[in-house]
């Protein structure tokens, strides 16, 4: 399974690498952002560990360019910035999971693991004029294809699910991104926002539950 690893301490990616491939991965190491985005772009990987403070080209460039590109390999940041701000800046960009710096290689593992493992899901999730076609990855409204990010989707999928439950915002931080912080951050409010927006005449079918969190029912 293969790795990409972009960091530009070197002592930190030397670190990773050996740890990597002695749990089994093939890793890639780049220590620059303009190497780490041409491979990003032009080779598979199955997950990727980005820095964010990079060389050339930063770690939420490298996120965003292959979002952009259609790449829905995990991303996880690995990095000394963990304000509010900058948290949600990474999920927003697609990042899957946010370590901060220093971090312990175990619990790295872990959050890999869970990254890889991915979550099984209904191939087709239908309510009102809504339809989501989890392994193609596509939404439609009334028959037309709308587009989502890779998080709005998840997010999307997630709630139809659960339609007709309540689900809190702490449930959908973790449930969702698989992380946990102070859901008072306003990221999942962000997403939602973004969803009715998107979503149309569908979007009535999105319920905020004021005080506890979000629900989809009729």
């Given at each position: 399974m293969r790795v990409l690893v972009v960091e530009d301490e070197i002592g930190i990616a030397n670190f990773l690498q050996q740890g990597l491939e002695e749990e089994g991965y093939r890793v890639s190491v780049c220590n620059n952002g303009r190497e780490g985005m041409k491979l990003a772009l032009e080779e598979e990987f199955a997950i990727l560990l980005l820095d964010w403070n990079l060389p050339e080209y930063s770690g939420l460039q490298i996120c965003e360019s292959i979002r952009a590109k259609g790449i829905n390999s995990p991303v996880i940041f690995l990095t000394a910035r963990d304000t509010s701000e900058d948290i949600i800046k990474g999920l927003q960009a697609g990042a899957n999971d946010?370590?901060?710096?220093?971090?312990?290689?175990?619990?790295?593992?872990?959050?890999?693991?869970?990254?890889?493992?991915?979550?099984?899901?209904?191939?087709?999730?239908?309510?009102?004029?809504?339809?989501?076609?989890?392994?193609?990855?596509?939404?439609?409204?009334?028959?037309?294809?709308?587009?989502?990010?890779?998080?709005?989707?998840?997010?999307?999928?997630?709630?139809?699910?659960?339609?007709?439950?309540?689900?809190?915002?702490?449930?959908?931080?973790?449930?969702?991104?698989?992380?946990?912080?102070?859901?008072?951050?306003g990221?999942?409010?962000?997403?939602?926002?973004?969803?009715?927006?998107?979503?149309?005449?569908?979007?009535?079918?999105?319920?905020?539950?004021?005080?506890?969190?979000?629900?989809?029912?009729?």
């Open positions: 946010y370590i901060k710096k220093p971090f312990n290689f175990s619990e790295l593992l872990e959050r890999m693991k869970v990254q890889l493992r991915g979550k099984e899901a209904p191939k087709r999730l239908v309510l009102g004029a809504l339809e989501v076609l989890s392994a193609s990855r596509q939404t439609f409204v009334n028959g037309e294809e709308i587009h989502l990010t890779q998080k709005e989707f998840e997010l999307l999928s997630y709630l139809l699910e659960q339609k007709g439950e309540v689900c809190s915002r702490t449930k959908i931080i973790e449930d969702v991104w698989d992380i946990h912080f102070d859901y008072e951050t990221v999942i409010d962000v997403y939602i926002n973004a969803l009715r927006k998107k979503l149309g005449e569908a979007a009535g079918l999105l319920k905020t539950v004021r005080g506890v969190g979000y629900m989809i029912q009729k």
